[in-house]
């Protein structure tokens, strides 16, 4: 099932692949969306995201019931979609020095189009990968857009059900287009960790046999490091300078100290993986020598038997076991033996 976005395999053979997503954490400058760009790839992000579109291309100019946002626990109460979108989207003319910056640092910057204008732009750049997003998941002609262009594909999953993912896949599967990677995501801003339900991951991988991930709007790393467990091959989180600065994402974007944690814990987490494993491994050898094991407590002359007193379990583990020590009270041994022997069943008449 294994994927790749320019010849790095995303998968379980390899570290979580790790997208720093910009979204409108540049707040209209783009002085300050190279330098996010700056910040990713030195904090090891694999990739830089951004959004394509406009206002016009996500809603229209109204201020009908629907288009302002009325909800006392959104960060953008009160807000009109029109003006959020005009404030949050990044200029189309910044996508081809962004991508450049990204590639002088060797990291991979693509895009989720929101509509088919935007995908027609993305191919004039040559973007290796598409990102589409939660909420545009439903939006079957644009996924076979999308996957028409032979692109690999990351479909984000939030709120959608078994059969809306399944479409999705469907669709991009029926274009032709099997290099896809879903996402495990919760739509609020920011998310809970309680609500963020991670062991769903294993389900999709099963469910829908494709690579799963994470695109994650909690706080801090640990959600992300604990997905990784669960098999998540790609973690995206939202990235800024500074949340201080301000901005629509800032207040659940990770600044470059914590995606550099992010980075160094989800590949802790990926190399502790391994495999089903019992019995110890190579590396730890070495250490058996310090189980406790049967040894001689005190002199005894040949034809004494060993009681609770000559006969202890101790550290080192250079004797016989400890689960035979019922068996050999009682029993003699065949010659004189030192205070420090250790026990073996030729000692024994």
């Known amino acids: 099932m294994t994927m790749q976005i320019n010849g790095r395999p995303i998968g379980l053979s390899a570290r979580p692949y790790l997208i720093a997503e910009m979204s409108g954490n540049h707040n209209k400058s783009l002085e300050r969306?190279?330098?996010?760009?700056?910040?990713?790839?030195e904090c090891g992000a694999d990739a830089i995201?951004?959004?394509?579109?406009?206002?016009?291309?996500?809603?229209?100019?109204?201020?009908?019931?629907?288009?302002?946002?009325?909800?006392?626990?959104?960060?953008?109460?009160?807000?009109?979609?029109?003006?959020?979108?005009?404030?949050?989207?990044?200029?189309?003319?910044?996508?081809?020095?962004?991508?450049?910056?990204a590639k002088e640092h060797g990291?991979?910057?693509?895009?989720?189009?929101?509509?088919?204008?935007?995908?027609?732009?993305?191919?004039?750049?040559?973007?290796?990968?598409?990102?589409?997003?939660?909420?545009?998941?439903?939006?079957?002609?644009l996924v076979r857009r999308v996957a028409q262009t032979g692109k690999p594909m990351i479909i984000s999953t939030g709120m959608a059900s078994v059969i809306e993912i399944g479409e999705a896949l469907d669709t991009a599967r029926d274009a032709g287009n099997e290099n896809v990677c879903i996402l495990k995501c919760t739509s609020t801003y920011p998310a809970t960790p309680a609500n963020t339900n991670i062991r769903t991951i294993a389900n999709m991988r099963e469910t829908f046999g494709c690579e799963v991930g994470l695109s994650d709007h909690t706080m801090g790393c640990g959600v992300a490091v604990a997905a990784t467990a669960f098999g998540a091959v790609l973690i995206e989180k939202h990235f800024t300078l500074n949340r201080a600065d301000?901005?629509?994402?800032?207040?659940?974007?990770?600044?470059?100290?914590?995606?550099?944690?992010?980075?160094?814990?989800?590949?802790?987490?990926?190399?502790?993986?391994?495999?089903?494993?019992?019995g110890g491994t190579k590396a730890e050898s070495a250490s058996r020598q310090f189980r406790r094991s049967l040894y001689v407590?005190?002199?005894?002359?040949?034809?004494?038997?060993f009681n609770e007193t000559n006969l202890r379990s101790v550290r080192p583990g250079f004797g016989l076991p400890p689960k035979h020590y019922d068996v050999l009270l009682g029993k003699r041994v065949n010659r004189a033996l030192k205070k420090g022997t250790p026990v073996s069943w030729d000692l024994i008449a």
């Open 49 to 101: 995201k951004l959004q394509t579109y406009t206002a016009d291309t996500l809603t229209l100019d109204v201020d009908m019931p629907g288009f302002v946002i009325d909800d006392e626990d959104s960060l953008w109460n009160g807000s009109r979609l029109y003006d959020l979108y005009a404030e949050a989207h990044t200029p189309w003319e910044w996508h081809a020095p962004i991508m450049a910056r």
């Open 297 to 305: 407590a005190e002199d005894m002359a040949e034809g004494e038997t």
């Open 33 to 41: 969306a190279l330098e996010i760009v700056d910040a990713a790839a």
């Open 107 to 141: 990291i991979d910057c693509f895009s989720s189009p929101f509509d088919a204008t935007a995908v027609d732009f993305l191919e004039k750049l040559d973007v290796p990968a598409y990102k589409v997003a939660s909420f545009e998941s439903i939006d079957l002609p």
């Open 246 to 278: 301000g901005g629509v994402d800032s207040a659940f974007s990770l600044e470059p100290a914590e995606f550099r944690a992010l980075r160094e814990e989800t590949e802790r987490a990926w190399q502790s993986l391994g495999q089903v494993t019992y």
